[in-house]
């Protein structure tokens, strides 16, 4: 932990986010589509009991306007 870390509301997950994402990039290296990557981290993710959604969809808006959903 940092010093400047403080209280931040998500520092341990983030912490073990970061440390899968290294175990991917490490297992996999560079060069791949973001998707690979992807579809790695959601094996380790699952693999840890993090529980997360590939892909989630949410509404944009722009000047009001849906623009992704």
């Given at each position: 932990?940092?010093a400047?870390?403080?209280?931040?509301?998500?520092?341990e997950l983030?912490?073990?986010?970061i440390r899968?994402?290294c175990r991917v990039?490490?297992?996999?290296?560079?060069?791949?589509?973001?998707k690979?990557?992807e579809?790695?981290?959601m094996?380790?993710?699952?693999?840890?009991?993090?529980?997360?959604?590939s892909?989630y969809?949410?509404?944009v808006l722009?000047?009001?306007?849906?623009i992704?959903?």
């Open positions: 932990m940092h400047d870390d403080q209280d931040f509301k998500y520092t983030t912490e073990e986010f899968i994402f990039y490490n297992k996999l290296g560079y060069g791949f589509l973001e690979v990557y579809n790695a981290m094996i380790e993710l699952n693999k840890e009991g993090i529980p997360a959604v892909q969809a949410i509404k722009y000047e009001g306007e849906v992704s959903a």
